[in-house]
C-alpha cells in the first residue's frame, strides 16, 4: 500500500498564510495603504484647515525656523502619504516622514507616559522601514523602476 502524500503548498492561500516562503507582498502592501491614509488623515488638517495653528505650536516647542519646518512637516504628513499610499517615491517621502516622525516622538512628545507616544512611535518605525525597504512589488515604484533594481546607480 502506497502512503498518500499530501502536498500542503497546493493551495496559495494556505501556503501565504503558513508557509515561510509565501509571498509577503499582500501584508506589506496593505500595511502601506493603511501607513499611508493615516498619513493623509494626520496631514489633512495640519496643511489645509490650521497650518498657522501648527507653524505656532512648532515655533513654541523651540524649533528654529518654524514657519519653513513646520510647513514641510504639515506637507510631508499630507503629500508623503499620498506618495507612500499609491506607492510613488516610497523611500523618498518616507525620508520625510521619518524626520516628521523623529521629531516627533522625540521632540514634541518628550516626557509623556509612553501611552502618550506609542502612535507616533509606530509611525516613526512604520515610515522608517518604508525608507530602507521601499513601496514593495505591489507599488508604482516597482513598476517603474524595477530594472533598475539589480543595479546601484539608483535608489528610489
Given at each position: 500500500m502506497r502512503p498518500i502524500r499530501r502536498d500542503k503548498n497546493?493551495?496559495?492561500v494556505l501556503r501565504m498564510l503558513f508557509c515561510a516562503n509565501g509571498d509577503r507582498n499582500?501584508?506589506?502592501f496593505l500595511l502601506r495603504i493603511f501607513v499611508g491614509i493615516a498619513f493623509i488623515i494626520h496631514g489633512y488638517g495640519k496643511?489645509?484647515?490650521n497650518l498657522?495653528?501648527?507653524v505656532s505650536y512648532i515655533g513654541k516647542m523651540g524649533i528654529p525656523f518654524a514657519n519653513i519646518l513646520g510647513t514641510a512637516a504639515a506637507f510631508s504628513e499630507f503629500f508623503g502619504g499620498i506618495f507612500l499610499s499609491v506607492g510613488l517615491f516610497s523611500k523618498?517621502?518616507?525620508f520625510f516622514l521619518t524626520c516628521t516622525m523623529f521629531v516627533a516622538v522625540f521632540i514634541a512628545h518628550a516626557g509623556m507616559p509612553f501611552e502618550k507616544r506609542e502612535l507616533a512611535i509606530v509611525y516613526l518605525l512604520c515610515s522608517l522601514m518604508f525608507m530602507l525597504k521601499g513601496g514593495g512589488k505591489f507599488s508604482i515604484d516597482y513598476l517603474l523602476f524595477k530594472n533598475m533594481n539589480n543595479s546601484n546607480k539608483f535608489i528610489i
Open positions: 497546493k493551495n496559495p499582500a501584508g506589506f496643511t489645509f484647515e498657522s495653528g501648527f523618498i517621502s518616507s
